[in-house]
């Protein structure tokens, strides 16, 4: 077994010791971080398919989510670069009733190392957070909304529509997560929509530059 294949078996069934040694061999190995992140998401699809098909529960879901962070801590300078611009503050957060935190993580790392400051909400985050956080921080030139439950897309939606309703300005909303879609977030409001990580770190850059 490779060493990028041992990382994502150790991922799937929550090795939380073993990760993040696995992984700085697989980067001595040579592999690219973003290879190996690339395994560690596919670990998390098989444990999402897992968990569908009653194979897997909850506990086990946590424990590999703890296992990929642990991995995600080693990748992390591999991943993100120094931007030489900076581009403003970015508000970040999981909206109101989503504890998904990771693909969340990792937007926020790869938005500010294209030159952001970050301010990161953390998960479960109501519309009335988001706009106070907007408030509180001065440069706010993006919102960052993400969401993985299908059940808190009308909680995204009622992000969005609070911050566009609040009269702040100055700012992009971007939203993305596994059920988000580009047809859904134009039809929220929101100014963009990111597939992944290094997407929303194009397309943040791209936003504020063209504003
Ligand atoms: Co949950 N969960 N979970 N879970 N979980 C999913 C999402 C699910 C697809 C599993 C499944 O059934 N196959 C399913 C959702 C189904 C649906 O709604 N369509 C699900 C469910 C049902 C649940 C619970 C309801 C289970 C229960 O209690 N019965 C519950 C809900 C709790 C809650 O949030 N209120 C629950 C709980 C949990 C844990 C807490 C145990 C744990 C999360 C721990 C944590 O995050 N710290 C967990 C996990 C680990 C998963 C899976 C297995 C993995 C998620 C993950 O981290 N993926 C997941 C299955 C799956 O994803 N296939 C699943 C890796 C990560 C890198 O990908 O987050 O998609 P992702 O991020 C991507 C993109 O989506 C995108 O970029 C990232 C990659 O570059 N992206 C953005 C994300 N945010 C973005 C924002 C952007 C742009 C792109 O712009 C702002």
């Given at each position: 077994?490779?060493?990028?294949?041992?990382?994502?078996?150790?991922?799937?069934?929550?090795?939380?010791?073993?990760?993040?040694?696995?992984?700085?061999?697989?980067?001595?190995?040579?592999?690219?971080?973003?290879?190996?992140?690339?395994?560690?998401?596919?670990?998390?699809?098989?444990?999402?398919?897992?968990?569908?098909?009653?194979?897997?529960?909850?506990?086990?879901m946590l424990i590999a989510a703890k296992a990929m962070a642990k991995g995600?801590?080693?990748?992390?300078?591999?991943?993100?670069?120094?931007?030489?611009?900076?581009?403003?503050?970015?508000?970040?957060?999981?909206?109101?009733?989503?504890?998904?935190?990771?693909?969340?993580?990792?937007?926020?790392?790869?938005?500010?190392?294209?030159?952001?400051?970050?301010?990161?909400?953390?998960v479960d985050v109501s519309a009335a957070k988001f706009v106070e956080a907007?408030?509180?921080?001065?440069?706010?030139?993006?919102?960052?909304?993400?969401?993985?439950?299908?059940?808190?897309?009308?909680a995204m939606k009622e992000t969005v529509a609070t911050i566009k309703e609040?009269?702040?300005?100055?700012?992009?909303?971007?939203?993305?997560?596994?059920?988000?879609?580009?047809?859904?977030?134009?039809?929220?409001?929101?100014?963009?929509?990111?597939?992944?990580?290094?997407?929303?770190?194009?397309?943040?850059?791209?936003?504020?530059?063209?504003?």
């Open positions: 077994m490779s060493k990028i294949e041992e990382v994502k078996a150790n991922v799937e069934t929550g090795k939380t010791k073993l990760v993040p040694g696995l992984v700085q061999a697989a980067l001595d190995e040579g592999n690219p971080a973003e290879a190996i992140l690339e395994a560690m998401v596919a670990a998390m699809g098989v444990v999402g398919d897992k968990f569908s098909s009653g194979e897997l529960f909850v506990p086990e995600v801590e080693v990748l992390k300078p591999h991943l993100a670069g120094t931007a030489a611009t900076a581009l403003g503050t970015c508000v970040i957060g999981t909206v109101r009733g989503d504890l998904h935190d990771i693909g969340k993580n990792l937007v926020a790392m790869m938005i500010e190392s294209a030159g952001f400051d970050m301010v990161d909400l953390g907007i408030k509180a921080n001065p440069n706010v030139k993006l919102v960052a909304c993400s969401g993985l439950l299908s059940t808190t897309m009308p609040s009269g702040l300005t100055g700012f992009k909303v971007i939203v993305g997560g596994a059920p988000v879609t580009p047809e859904f977030a134009a039809e929220i409001g929101a100014d963009a929509y990111a597939p992944d990580a290094g997407k929303a770190a194009s397309k943040a850059k791209e936003l504020v530059m063209a504003a």
